[in-house]
C-alpha cells in the first residue's frame, strides 16, 4: 500500500509570486507545484493539498494560527499517513516548536518546509525541500514534527533560522539534526521521538499573554516595567546573557522583576547565545533569579519558550502550575 500525505499551505514563499511589492503569497498553489513536478509526481508518496483561506506571508503569524493548522490536521488526521506544512520561513521555528507542544501524541509524520526562492523562479530550493518533506512525510518512522530544510531534518522545537538568505538557513544549535538527505536519506532513528497517542490540544490563545524581552546593557528598568505590565500579560520570556544572567546590580530593574513574579506573571530565562543551556546559580547575578521564582529556560531556543509558555498558560491558571510544567520535557524541547 502506497503512503497517502496531506500538504497544507499556509503561505510563505515557497508559493509565492512576484508582484510590484516585492513576493506576496498567491492561492492555487496545487495546480503550480503539479504543473512543476510535471511526470515526477508519480514517483512521489500520493498527496492531496488543501490551503489556508488567507495565505500569509508568515511575518504575521499570530498564536491563532497554530490553532488553525491543528484544526486543518485533526480533521484530516486519520485519512492519512504523514503531513507536510508548507510554511514561510521567518516564523517557521515557532510554529514547528508551538505544533510540537500541540500534536500532543503524535503517531506521524508533520514535516514543516517552505522556501527561500518561490518554486514559481527558475533557480529555487522550494521543489527539493517539498520533495524531500514529502518522502519523510511517507516515513513511519517518524512520529513527531519536524522541519525539514536543505537536506537537514530537525526536531521541529529545536529548529531555528540562521540565515536570511543561504538555503542552509536552518539549524538546530543544541542537539544534532535528525537526517540528513544525500543520496540516500539518512535517519538517526536512536534520536527520534515514540509514537503516542494523539490527545491534540486547540486553545484559544491570547496573543497578549506572553512577552519576550532580550536584556541590553543599560536596558531601563521601565522597560521592562512595560512589558510584563502591560495588559492580558502572564508568562515572560527574559532572554539573558551567557548562562543565564540579568543585570542584578540594577536594584530598580531586580525589583521590576520580583514585581512581576509576586504579581503572577510567568517569568523563563533562556540565554541570548546561540549554544549551551542556562544555569542560574554560576554566577551570583544569575543566581538572584532563582530567589525570585524565574523559571531556568535549560536550553530552549527563543521560539520553543516562547510557544511552550504560550500553549502551556492555555492550560493552566494558577502560576505555580505553570512555572512546574515549564520546568518539564514535554516533547524533546530541553535537555
Ligand atoms: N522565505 C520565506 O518564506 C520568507 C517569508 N517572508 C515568509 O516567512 O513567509
Given at each position: ?62 498564536p ?141 490563545f491570547d496573543p497578549a499573554a506572553v512577552v519576550m524581552l532580550p536584556v541590553f546593557?543599560g536596558m531601563p528598568a521601565r522597560l521592562l516595567e512595560a512589558a510584563w505590565n502591560a495588559p492580558g500579560v502572564r508568562g515572560l520570556v527574559l532572554q539573558s ?5 540579568p543585570p542584578d546590580?540594577d536594584e530598580a530593574w531586580m525589583a521590576s522583576l520580583e514585581r512581576a513574579c509576586n504579581q503572577g506573571v510567568t517569568v523563563i530565562n533562556i ?17 538572584a533569579l532563582?530567589r525570585l521564582g524565574v523559571v ?9 519558550a516562547f510557544?511552550?509558555l504560550h500553549?502551556l498558560l492555555t492550560?493552566h491558571r494558577e502560576p505555580q502550575?505553570v512555572r512546574?510544567?515549564l ?9
Amino acid at each position: 500500500m502506497t503512503a497517502r500525505v496531506l500538504v497544507l499551505y499556509t503561505g510563505g514563499t515557497i508559493g509565492m509570486v512576484p508582484s510590484e511589492q516585492g513576493y506576496v503569497p498567491c492561492p492555487g498553489f496545487d495546480g503550480r507545484l503539479r504543473e512543476e513536478l510535471g511526470e515526477r509526481a508519480a514517483e512521489l508518496p500520493e498527496y492531496d493539498l488543501v490551503e489556508f483561506d488567507q495565505l500569509i506571508d508568515s511575518a504575521n503569524l499570530t498564536p491563532a494560527h497554530w490553532t488553525r493548522i491543528v484544526q486543518m490536521l485533526e480533521k484530516r488526521w486519520h485519512e492519512y499517513d504523514g503531513f507536510v506544512v508548507l510554511h514561510g520561513t521567518d516564523t517557521m521555528a515557532y510554529t514547528a516548536s508551538a505544533l510540537s507542544f500541540l500534536l500532543r501524541g503524535c503517531d506521524r509524520p508533520v514535516i514543516i518546509t517552505g522556501s527561500q526562492i518561490p518554486l514559481s523562479q527558475l533557480r529555487n530550493d522550494g521543489v527539493d525541500n517539498l520533495v524531500t518533506a514529502l518522502l519523510l512525510a511517507a516515513d513511519r518512522r517518524i512520529t513527531e514534527v519536524c522541519v525539514c530544510f536543505n537536506g537537514r531534518l530537525l526536531r521541529g522545537n529545536r529548529a531555528r533560522k540562521v540565515r536570511t538568505s543561504g538555503f542552509d538557513a536552518f539549524d538546530s544549535p543544541n542537539v544534532p539534526w535528525l537526517g540528513q538527505v544525500g543520496i540516500d536519506i539518512e535517519l538517526q532513528e536512536d534520536l527520534l521521538l515514540p509514537p503516542g497517542t494523539p490527545d491534540f490540544l486547540q486553545p484559544d490563545f491570547d496573543p497578549a499573554a506572553v512577552v519576550m524581552l532580550p536584556v541590553f546593557p543599560g536596558m531601563p528598568a521601565r522597560l521592562l516595567e512595560a512589558a510584563w505590565n502591560a495588559p492580558g500579560v502572564r508568562g515572560l520570556v527574559l532572554q539573558s546573557y551567557g548562562v543565564g544572567n540579568p543585570p542584578d546590580a540594577d536594584e530598580a530593574w531586580m525589583a521590576s522583576l520580583e514585581r512581576a513574579c509576586n504579581q503572577g506573571v510567568t517569568v523563563i530565562n533562556i540565554s541570548q547565545c546561540q549554544q549551551g543551556a542556562v544555569c542560574q546559580g554560576v554566577y551570583a547575578t544569575g543566581a538572584a533569579l532563582n530567589r525570585l521564582g524565574v523559571v531556568a529556560g535549560a536550553d530552549l531556543t527563543p521560539e520553543a519558550a516562547f510557544a511552550k509558555l504560550h500553549v502551556l498558560l492555555t492550560q493552566h491558571r494558577e502560576p505555580q502550575a505553570v512555572r512546574q510544567a515549564l520546568a518539564q520535557v514535554l516533547c524533546g524541547e530541553q535537555n
